[in-house]
């Protein structure tokens, strides 16, 4: 069989991610010259040979280290399946990360790899505030497998969170630094840099202590933990990477070594991604550029417009942070451009946040973000519901905050329905 197009450059230039999205790790050949991947719905695949069955299992299973230049073969899609392959090659391209593995949800991504690089007694030092399932993940089912997750919040500096270790009796027993940055909702920003030097202050040979960064909210194109020291960068696939609002799915990026090991526990778990959503991400990430800079475009628009807004009390943007604060500093150091994701604090409380939500007509009043439609959504009651309480309040996320996920829309049209919303408080 052919090999897949592999070429990253052309006479010389280096070809750009955008234009590898339309032939990376596919070959025509495969598939009667059909231009496009087909899907490969099947359970199962046949070998060659015993030998190949034999060979084939022993690289998925971990039971021994690839010869030089052999790929795993086809075994079962729970494994492995072209669609897979070929998606998992393209996502490596914009982090510039060695592997991928995807996932049928942002959670099992984050979930598989907790269980695969944890182990009981540990400690898992987290940024506060994380998407509400991951939050409850953290406290509640890892606390069933004797892991203890402890929180840091933002502009935390080195000393302050080595007291929070030594007051916590976690100085020797950290075993990852999980960071959601941008955090959902309140786009606050955490230094992943920092947090690599940490963590190698804390490994020893024996125990090394891994940089998890969840990029959700700034997606493979404006931010690259990888290229920052982080081991692994995690993706709800479902937001911008899908960015349809018609697939669930989740990646995880990072070493062949690291994500081998991934892969193994993805198999056992059964929390494979199937073809056919993952022929639709292929589809997606053909015109990610696109949405993503668009809506970039827009969000810029409308956070400078919202910041000026008589009845809004305080925007959360990333181009609209305090110059010379420690975020802005952050921000300038590791991220690209500031993303599509916007919270405010209306001037009120949840009543005047709901009839605000209520009286929208372009926003859907859904959760989730990164789609081509502009969402809004009310964090305190609805994605960070499960939050404990006084927690939330330490975090931001109060009655008054709303969140945007502003979409491909014209811009002006945006406003006129968030400015008619606003009329009816």
Same mark, same amino acid.
């Given at each position: 069989?052919?090999?897949?197009?592999?070429?990253?450059?052309?006479?010389?230039?280096?070809?750009?991610? $955008?234009?590898?999205?339309?032939?990376?790790?596919?070959?025509?050949?495969?598939?009667?010259?059909?231009?496009?991947?087909?899907?490969?719905?099947?359970?199962?695949?046949?070998?060659?040979?015993?030998?190949?069955?034999?060979?084939?299992?022993?690289?998925?299973?971990?039971?021994?280290?690839?010869?030089?230049?052999?790929?795993?073969?086809?075994?079962?899609?729970?494994?492995?399946?072209?669609?897979?392959?070929?998606?998992?090659?393209?996502?490596?391209?914009?982090?510039?990360?060695?592997?991928?593995?995807?996932?049928?949800?942002?959670?099992?991504?984050?979930?598989?790899?907790?269980?695969?690089?944890?182990?009981?007694?540990?400690?898992?030092?987290?940024?506060?505030?994380?998407?509400?399932?991951?939050?409850?993940?953290?406290?509640?089912?890892?606390?069933?497998?004797?892991?203890?997750?402890?929180?840091?919040?933002?502009?935390?500096?080195?000393?302050?969170?080595?007291?929070?270790?030594?007051?916590?009796?976690?100085?020797?027993?950290?075993?990852?630094?999980?960071?959601?940055?941008?955090?959902?909702?309140?786009?606050?920003?955490?230094?992943?840099?920092?947090?690599?030097?940490?963590?190698?202050?804390?490994?020893?040979?024996?125990?090394?202590?891994?940089?998890?960064?969840?990029?959700?909210?700034?997606?493979?194109?404006?931010?690259?933990?990888?290229?920052?020291?982080?081991?692994?960068?995690?993706?709800?696939?479902?937001?911008?990477?899908?960015?349809?609002?018609?697939?669930?799915?989740?990646?995880?990026?990072?070493?062949?070594?690291?994500?081998?090991?991934?892969?193994?526990?993805?198999?056992?778990?059964?929390?494979?991604?199937?073809?056919?959503?993952?022929?639709?991400?292929?589809?997606?990430?053909?015109?990610?550029?696109?949405?993503?800079?668009?809506?970039?475009?827009?969000?810029?628009?409308?956070?400078?417009?919202?910041?000026?807004?008589?009845?809004?009390?305080?925007?959360?943007?990333?181009?609209?942070?305090?110059?010379?604060?420690?975020?802005?500093?952050?921000?300038?150091?590791?991220?690209? $451009?500031?993303?599509?994701?916007?919270?405010?604090?209306?001037?009120?409380?949840?009543?005047?946040?709901?009839?605000?939500?209520?009286?929208?007509?372009?926003?859907?009043?859904?959760?989730?973000?990164?789609?081509?439609?502009?969402?809004? $959504?009310?964090?305190?009651?609805?994605?960070?519901?499960?939050?404990?309480?006084? $927690?939330?309040?330490?975090?931001?996320?109060?009655?008054?905050?709303?969140?945007?996920?502003?979409?491909?829309?014209?811009?002006?049209?945006?406003?006129?329905?968030?400015?008619?919303?606003?009329?009816?408080?």
């Amino acid at each position: 069989m052919s090999k897949a197009f592999k070429k990253k450059e052309i006479g010389g230039k280096a070809l750009h991610p $955008e234009t590898l999205m339309m032939s990376y790790g596919y070959n025509p050949e495969w598939s009667e010259g059909a231009i496009k991947s087909p899907i490969f719905q099947t359970s199962t695949f046949v070998f060659k040979s015993a030998e190949d069955g034999k060979a084939f299992f022993e690289l998925a299973l971990g039971k021994r280290e690839p010869e030089k230049g052999e790929k795993p073969g086809l075994i079962y899609s729970r494994l492995n399946n072209p669609d897979l392959e070929i998606l998992e090659d393209r996502l490596t391209l914009w982090d510039g990360a060695e592997a991928a593995a995807v996932f049928k949800s942002g959670m099992a991504a984050i979930s598989t790899t907790f269980m695969e690089l944890l182990q009981p007694g540990q400690v898992i030092l987290h940024s506060d505030p994380v998407y509400g399932g991951t939050d409850h993940f953290l406290k509640h089912t890892m606390a069933k497998f004797q892991i203890r997750a402890l929180g840091f919040k933002e502009n935390m500096e080195e000393e302050e969170l080595m007291a929070l270790l030594k007051k916590n009796e976690a100085l020797d027993k950290v075993g990852m630094i999980y960071i959601e940055t941008p955090a959902n909702p309140t786009n606050a920003l955490f230094d992943i840099g920092r947090c690599v030097q940490l963590a190698r202050q804390l490994s020893t040979e024996e125990k090394p202590v891994y940089v998890v960064v969840d990029n959700t909210f700034l997606g493979p194109l404006w931010q690259h933990p990888l290229q920052l020291g982080a081991d692994l960068v995690i993706y709800s696939a479902t937001k911008y990477i899908g960015g349809h609002s018609d697939v669930i799915a989740g990646a995880v990026l990072g070493s062949s070594e690291l994500i081998g090991r991934i892969k193994v526990m993805r198999s056992q778990l059964g929390s494979t991604l199937g073809p056919w959503t993952g022929w639709l991400l292929l589809r997606s990430l053909e015109t990610l550029k696109i949405r993503m800079t668009t809506q970039l475009h827009n969000a810029r628009i409308i956070a400078h417009w919202l910041k000026a807004h008589p009845k809004v009390e305080r925007v959360h943007y990333l181009d609209e942070l305090e110059p010379g604060s420690m975020a802005a500093d952050i921000y300038r150091k590791q991220c690209d $451009e500031p993303g599509a994701m916007i919270s405010f604090d209306i001037k009120g409380g949840e009543k005047e946040a709901f009839k605000f939500m209520n009286h929208l007509e372009l926003f859907h009043l859904a959760v989730s973000l990164g789609s081509t439609e502009s969402l809004v $959504e009310h964090p305190a009651t609805m994605t960070h519901a499960g939050v404990d309480d006084e $927690e939330k309040l330490a975090f931001g996320i109060t009655e008054s905050l709303v969140r945007l996920s502003i979409g491909v829309e014209d811009p002006d049209d945006l406003i006129a329905d968030l400015e008619n919303a606003f009329r009816q408080l």
